[in-house]
RNA sequence: GGAGAGGUGGCCGAGUGGUUGAAGGCGGCGGCCUCGAAAGCCGUUGUACUCCAUUGGGGUACCGCGAGUUCGAAUCUCGCCCUCUCCGCCA
């Protein structure tokens, strides 16, 4: 959330960020209800100033036996008053927080601005993309000729976009489960985390899911639930510390947590169908960290570094990106985003987004930290590391072999009961 | 799902509708004592918004959340949420 008071101070500024990200919002009008809000509670604690101290006269009358029911009359009037002023502060705090949710983070200097995706900046790029003799499958059919993936049948069970995967290539997945979260807890230092899987309105609030962006979420039915699936365990994991205060010697808390993601795909009708690229469930280990202001953009780097490490690890090229000002995320004020490389779509996908959220997430969850006399926002930021399914993806298209096999990179083979390759279910 | 108990400050724990932001204790911080420490003693100790101001001072709100009764609610009423215990069910 922005601060109401940068906003009050710093319209311009707002202005110009909210431009480059392609958002409009009417920023007029919500100064115009913040005043009118406080203008409105002012006079209210005027008249409930008045009141206490009448209520304490009257109280020593009282304890003097003494004769009340002059002053008594005088606040039965104020009372009203008092009460109407009241319910009007409350529709106009309403109203203004309602405002300021759907604004999103102000995007960092470093940003390249341009109003989508073509505008990102390429930091750099480790790895080559290996040159093959013949022509390279896509998972899909790697994994269909292995009989390990099968679309046709997860979509019985569950529909369009789901994915059922058997031997080798449910076991991939549990491996790669399984080796990132060992190497960030080992090498990392982040302590593993096993979050809920589904989260309440307060939690989606804090992160920025909500209430922007409800149709992209699972809304569990259950009459009187308040409940959601999470799209990542950003949510569970960043709400750990929602509404607390943390003492600055603990900083940075850097967690690594595994989790299925969920999320309904509104409005992506058409794009990446085929495969398990895009899915309404998918399994993530992500990381996330609480960090003092001053640090977070270092620890931003750290952060990707941490992700880029297990591409590295598992020997597959990939690039950084910086993602624009109009194709950042609405919490976020600087992302990068980690592409690897598919042979078989023959391009670069994104495979992990590490993003500073600055103070953004940490308003809204009400997460601080004291070092002071004042308790101030943390930073959070959080990063894949790595979305579990595409990195099969990826280990199956650059592993796949001429006969149809997939070579295991030698880092996942401990994890993987030391086989070399994956070769035909029978 | 059924029955019961309970939610008060960093923690424990009092609290009769009227100087209760809230007794007392613990913890924390500062000081005294000490060569140093412990013990002891003294003092201090929440958050948010807001107004005036140089340090500082004032106002309002907050006792799970929300509504109600009242001139006035931590205290009374109603609804909701959460925790615990027992039973049932279940991995």
Redo the contacts with the bound molecule.
């Keep these: 959330m922005i601060d109401?008071?940068f906003l009050r101070d710093n319209i311009d500024v707002l202005r110009t960020a909210l431009a480059n990200r392609g958002a409009s919002i009417d920023l007029d009008s919500i100064l115009e209800v913040d005043a009118s809000k406080?203008s409105t509670?002012?006079e209210?604690?005027?008249l409930?100033?008045e009141?206490?101290?009448?209520?304490?006269e009257?109280?020593?009358l009282?304890?003097e036996k003494a004769d009340?029911s002059q002053?008594?009359e005088a606040?039965?009037a104020?009372?009203g008053r008092?009460?109407e002023l009241d319910?009007k502060v409350?529709e106009l705090d309403a109203d203004l927080q309602q405002r300021l949710l759907i604004i999103p983070n102000l995007p960092d200097e470093s940003l390249p601005i341009g109003k989508d995706e073509t505008a990102n900046r390429e930091e750099r790029r480790w790895g080559t993309p290996r040159d093959f003799d013949f022509e390279p499958k896509d998972h899909v059919d790697i994994g269909a000729a292995l009989g390990i993936l099968d679309f046709e049948r997860a979509a019985k069970i569950a529909g369009a976009r789901f994915c059922l995967s058997f031997g080798a290539g449910a076991r991939l997945e549990r491996a790669l489960i399984n080796f990132f979260l060992d190497v960030h807890t080992r090498e990392h230092g982040y302590t593993e985390v096993l979050p809920p899987f589904m989260a309440n309105t307060a939690s989606f609030t804090g992160t920025g899911q909500l209430p922007k962006f409800k149709d992209d979420q699972f809304v569990i039915g259950n009459e009187?639930k308040d409940l959601y699936l999470i799209p990542t365990a950003e949510v569970p994991v960043t709400n750990i510390h929602r509404d607390e205060?943390l003492n600055e010697a603990d900083l940075p808390i850097k967690y690594a947590a595994y989790s299925p993601c969920f999320r309904s795909e509104a409005g992506s009708y058409g794009k990446d169908t085929r495969g398990m690229i895009r899915q309404h469930q998918f399994n993530k280990v992500e990381m996330v960290k609480f960090t003092t202001p001053e640090t977070s953009f270092d620890e931003l780097e750290s952060l990707t570094a941490n992700a880029e490490k297990i591409l590295q690890l598992l020997e597959l090229p990939y690039r950084v990106m910086t993602l624009s000002t109009g194709d950042i995320g609405f919490s976020a004020a600087k992302t990068y985003d980690l592409e690897v490389w598919l042979p078989g779509q023959n391009a670069y996908r994104e495979i992990s987004s590490c993003s500073n959220f600055t103070d953004f997430q940490a308003r809204r969850a009400n997460i601080?930290f004291?070092r002071g006399?004042?308790?101030e926002f943390v930073h959070t930021l959080n990063g894949s590391g790595l979305a579990v399914g595409r990195t099969a993806v990826a280990i199956l298209e650059n592993g796949q072999q001429a006969d149809g096999s997939v070579v295991i990179p030698a880092a996942l083979r401990p994890y993987m009961d030391g086989i070399e390759r994956i070769t035909p279910l029978k």
């Design positions: 109401i008071k406080r509670l002012h209210m604690e005027q409930r100033a009141q206490n101290r009448a209520s304490e009257i109280a020593k009282k304890r009340a002053q008594l606040m039965k104020l009372s008092v009460k319910e409350r009187g205060i601080r004291r006399k004042k308790p």
